[in-house]
């Protein structure tokens, strides 16, 4: 378990030893061939930050080089607001004033429909954590009824038990993302006061479950902006090492939330500039050369932009953030605003303007199509 890893280490040492790096550090982290945690530590430390140019040109060449030129795209889709937890930070938190809804069946196709019409191969459906609306059977049935019309379903949902996990494998679910929001386990509770979310250790395992269940792919990530990020960046490096080599045959993906403004939320404790991030971005991209970063419409048209040319792999486009929000209801209330509000077609003719290529389903099915094409 990730948990006896994660207890041997201190949030005070950790956030110590990154701000103790030394240019030698990030010159040595740069110039080796074989990269380890400490490295990494030394590469989103303060030192870092001078390296910036010399970082970015790295993580573009070690993206190129694995990833070719190619930018995945992928839509949310929220399917409810319902919730049964408290989170300071979020939209659909139980204790803020909206309607809430749950898309039956029928407007669900109607969401799909446009998502079909937009090109969308790869799909993330979102829920909140309501047991009793959408619990396993919701999921089950819902990825039963759009495994037909997409190559790649994941899910943002509650945390699940195993056994869960199993059975919506068996449907074809591919990819699920939980995100530990922050590894500070005691500001954790200052964050998640009430529900099931709230149970740190639960979360934390996650993970762990996954793995055993043998799903095909686990993103992670933390949400930018409660703690600091370099210490919980840390901590999800840590996380991802563990998880490699304890599950060696599941692909891993890191997502990088900022704290985003919504109805009723707290603001955030700790900012990071947009240079911080993309020394974060260009960090993650030197430390582990697999991993895909994925770059949602919380950030700008701008920002993101730039950031596929520098080691980001995928990002949401045209996302709507509400439950029946491309289709059904496009005016409820949404999880969190977006910035980048440019359309499928404009940041398609963005990926290509910069000599990229969309893809639009997840990268080994769209290899194993071109082995297929090739052997052809
Ligand atoms: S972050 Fe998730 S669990 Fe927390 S209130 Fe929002 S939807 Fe619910």
């Known amino acids: 378990m990730f948990r006896e890893v994660f207890e041997k280490y201190s949030w005070e040492d950790v956030l110590r030893d990154i701000y103790a790096k030394t240019a030698a550090d990030v010159e040595h982290a740069l110039n080796t061939r074989k990269r380890g945690l400490d490295d990494f530590m030394a590469l989103i430390s303060p030192a870092a930050a001078p390296y910036l140019e010399q970082m970015a040109q790295l993580s573009h060449r070690i993206t190129q080089k694995r990833f070719g030129k190619t930018i995945q795209l992928y839509a949310p889709l929220y399917l409810s607001n319902e919730c049964q937890n408290i989170c300071t930070y979020c939209g659909f938190s139980l204790d803020n004033k909206l309607r809430r809804k749950t898309l039956t069946g029928m407007e669900m196709m109607q969401e799909v429909e446009y998502l079909k019409q937009q090109g969308f191969d790869h799909v993330l459906l979102v829920t909140g954590e309501a047991n009793k609306t959408v619990g396993v059977d919701y999921l089950r049935n819902a990825i039963r009824m759009l495994r037909p019309h997409f190559a790649n379903i994941s899910i943002e949902v509650q945390p699940l038990d195993q056994e869960d996990y199993e059975q919506l494998i068996a449907e074809g679910l591919y990819a699920v993302l939980v995100y530990q929001e922050t590894y500070h386990k005691d500001n ?36 930018i902006g409660l703690e600091d990020w370099r210490a919980d960046n840390f901590f999800t490096a840590l996380h991802i090492s563990y998880l490699e080599r304890n599950f060696w045959q599941t692909k891993y993906s890191i997502s990088f939330p900022r704290l985003r403004p919504a109805e009723g939320l707290i603001e955030p ?28 419409t919380r950030e700008s048209a701008l920002f993101r932009d730039h950031i596929i040319q520098l080691g980001a792999t995928t990002i949401s486009a045209g996302s709507r953030t509400n439950p029946g929000g491309y289709a059904v209801e496009p005016e409820s209330l949404e999880q969190f605003s977006i910035d980048d509000d440019r359309t499928v077609a404009q940041v398609r003719d963005m990926i290509q303007h910069k000599g990229y290529k969309p893809v639009w389903k997840d990268w080994d099915r769209f290899e194993t199509n071109q082995h297929i094409s090739h052997a052809v």
């Open 188 to 223: 954790y509770k200052q964050y998640h006061p009430k529900g099931k979310k709230s149970n740190f250790d639960y979360r934390l395992a996650t993970p762990d479950r996954l793995g055993n269940a043998g799903i095909h792919k686990i993103g992670l990530g933390v949400l």
């Open 269 to 296: 404790k700790v900012a990071i500039s947009d240079k911080e991030l993309v020394q974060l971005i260009c960090a993650w991209r030197i430390y582990n050369e697999e991993l895909e970063l994925s770059i949602s």
